[in-house]
Nanobody, 124 residues
Framework: QVQLVESGGGLVQAGGSLRLSCAAS????????MGWFRQAPGKEREFVAT????????SYADSVKGRLTISRDNAKNTVYLQMNSLKPEDTAVYYC?????????????????WGQGTQVTVSS
């Protein structure tokens, strides 16, 4: 069993920054890809960013490229999402997910474990 606990969400003005963290336990963290997804009210959960097991490969949704950065610290079993230049359309519940493969992926089906989510609200 894998446990994922997100933190760092909150209310921020447009143009501001937040840093989300996701602490993992229960499995060899460094062996698997990690991802961040988000879900806005009335919308489906969507891919935001992913990072490979080593951190050597990352990928982003077009809507967040250049503003959000995913990283991981395998010594601390933690993955991060640095969010800069936030926009009101970034408002959503953000979920951390643990992959079932080492290679990063944007597909929800390739993630086997999910955190409880953390709310990010960007005011205009």
């Amino acid at each position: 069993q894998v446990q994922l606990v997100e933190s760092g969400g909150g209310l921020v003005q447009a143009g501001g920054s937040l840093r989300l963290s996701c602490a993992a336990s229960g499995r060899t963290f460094s062996s698997y890809a990690m991802g961040w997804f988000r879900q806005a009210p009335g919308k489906e959960r969507e891919f935001v960013a992913t990072i490979s097991w080593s951190g050597g490969s990352t990928s982003y949704a077009d809507s967040v490229k250049g503003r959000l950065t995913i990283s991981r610290d395998n010594a601390k079993n933690t993955v991060y999402l640095q969010m800069n230049s936030l926009k009101p359309e970034d408002t959503a519940v953000y979920y951390c997910a643990a992959g079932i493969y080492p290679i990063s992926s944007s597909r929800l089906s390739e993630y086997g474990y999910w955190g409880q989510g953390t709310q990010v609200t960007v005011s205009s």
